[in-house]
């Protein structure tokens, strides 16, 4: 009998590990993922493409650009996170190669 209550309570509590180490008490936290987000570079000079001053935000005000011909500089580009992280990490070729669409 007194066997029995200790195998009991021995299975009690490896259930009660195996549910908690199973459910959400150890799941991971995903950081919060920027949105997708177009911008328009507003720089004439391929050497201003790395300062995110030089970009506007594609919305409802700003649409993307209908007329982008030519290869010398971003017309918009598409960026999934901040916007400077992305400047930084790229060469200003990278940046251009990149791009949506190019311009002159």
């Keep these: 009998m007194k066997n029995s209550r200790l195998n009991i ?4 509590i490896v259930l009660g590990t195996v549910i908690a180490f199973t ?4 799941k991971p936290v995903h950081k919060h993922k ?7 570079f507003n720089g004439t000079m ?5 300062s995110a001053a030089n970009y506007t935000k594609v919305d409802a005000t700003h649409p993307v650009p209908t007329s982008c011909s030519g290869s010398a500089v971003p ?3 598409t960026v999934d996170g901040d916007l400077q992280t992305y400047l ?3 060469s200003s070729t ?3 190669d990149n791009a949506d669409e190019v311009r002159d």
């Design 23 to 26: 459910q959400s008490a150890f």
């Design 75 to 77: 017309c918009y580009i």
């Design 94 to 96: 990278a940046i251009r």
């Design 34 to 40: 920027f949105a997708t987000a177009q911008w328009i």
């Design 88 to 90: 930084n990490a790229n």
């Design 9 to 12: 309570s021995m299975l009690a």
């Design 46 to 50: 391929l050497s201003q493409d790395k």
